[in-house]
């Protein structure tokens, strides 16, 4: 079992930024990857970034691709998702999701929410 905790998520005004952290805990050996979903109200949750565990290969949404870089650190079991001249359509909740296997995700952080003002 991999046990995921969110933080770094507030409000900030349009053009300003915001750096979430994800810990991860148990499990970590196993893991193959890492990722930041977000759900806006009233849409589905969407896939905006995702990195290796270990290697270099990175994955952005055209949404946030130039704005937004997803980084971690090994040694603290962390991965961090940097958001620049953040948007009001950023504000969403946003999740850490972690994956042993190529495909789905197979675990969830609770999730920490994103305003966005204008």
């Known amino acids: 079992q991999v046990q995921l905790e969110e933080s770094g998520g507030g409000l900030v005004q349009a053009g300003g930024s915001l750096r979430l952290s994800c810990a991860a805990s148990g499990r970590t050996f196993s893991l193959y990857a890492m990722g930041w979903f977000r759900q806006a109200p009233a849409k589905e949750r969407e896939s905006i970034a995702s990195?290796?565990?270990?290697?270099?290969?990175?994955y952005y949404a055209d949404s946030v691709k130039g704005r937004f870089t997803i980084s971690r650190d090994n040694a603290k079991n962390t991965v961090y998702l940097q958001m620049n001249s953040l948007k009001p359509e950023d504000t969403a909740v946003y999740y850490c999701a972690a994956k042993e296997g190529v495909y789905a995700y197979d675990y969830w952080g609770q999730g920490t929410q994103v305003t966005v003002s204008s």
């Open positions: 990195m290796r565990w270990r290697g270099s290969s990175t």
